[in-house]
């Protein structure tokens, strides 16, 4: 599904004229249907890693593959169909539109490719009511909760039925309880769809609820 071949990414070191390494020769392998966390402290790369997996990032050396191609040699077209239809991307702001209704912010991704029709708006309902939030499925995010408003995000990052989803810091903002109900409705989407599901998170709690747990340290997997 997913694979880092030695990849390494740096960056300028501000006025300096050496760079700084964040990732030296990464390499990893997420199978379909199966979850990793990447955990390590702060600042050693691993939202750089996500960007990468992503394509919001191009890597200095090494290969970032997907069902086995390259990403970065996709054309433009395919490198849009990969970022809103193949990967669902879950922050850990939730980044709703006030101005929307929670229904419209779900529906937001299918929006960016073609009309939307009755069977997204069907596929909308039903995750929204999987995360638990059909009650308020015309309230605006000005009027939920953090956790309600994390709980939306997720159905928004799935509703293209992605074949990956990436997940940074997704319970940071949240408090004990409402980041329990957060991890277990992502794993709950994640198996639902068969998704491969990859988590950038300091949380060892959802950590440990992954497949995997990959750690990151000095720009290096272990």
């Known amino acids: 599904m997913l694979t880092f071949e030695n990849v390494c990414k740096s960056f300028e070191n501000g006025a300096a004229t050496a760079s700084r390494m964040v990732l030296n020769n990464v ?14 402290p702060s600042g050693v790369g691993k939202s750089t890693l996500l960007n990468l997996a992503s394509a919001l990032l191009k890597p200095d050396a090494g290969k970032i593959c997907f069902e086995g191609k390259d990403i970065f040699s996709f ?20 980044l709703l539109f006030p101005q ?32 638990g939030l059909s009650l308020v499925i ?8 953090g956790g309600e408003c994390q709980r939306a995000a997720l159905a928004r990052a799935v509703i293209n039925n992605p074949k990956l989803i990436l ?8 408090d ?5 109900i957060v991890s277990n409705l992502l794993l709950e989407v994640q198996r639902t769809d068969g998704a491969a599901l990859l988590v950038v998170t300091h949380n060892q709690q959802l950590a440990a609820k992954m497949s995997r747990q990959l750690v990151l ?6």
Do not use: W
């Open 176 to 180: 004990e309880m409402n980041a329990g």
């Open 75 to 94: 054309s433009e077209h395919e490198l849009n169909n990969y970022r809103n239809r193949s990967i669902g991307i879950v922050f850990q702001q939730h």
């Open 138 to 145: 015309n309230n605006y995010p000005t009027t939920l909760s």
């Open 217 to 222: 340290s000095h720009g290096c997997i272990k």
């Open 100 to 131: 929307l209704t929670l229904l419209d912010n779900v529906l937001l991704p299918v929006l960016a490719q073609q009309k939307i029709t009755q069977v997204h708006r069907n596929r909308a309902i039903e995750l929204i009511d999987l995360v």
């Open 27 to 40: 390499s990893f392998t997420l199978k379909p249907g199966l979850s990793a966390a990447i955990v390590g």
């Open 167 to 174: 997940a940074d810091e997704p319970t940071g903002a949240l």
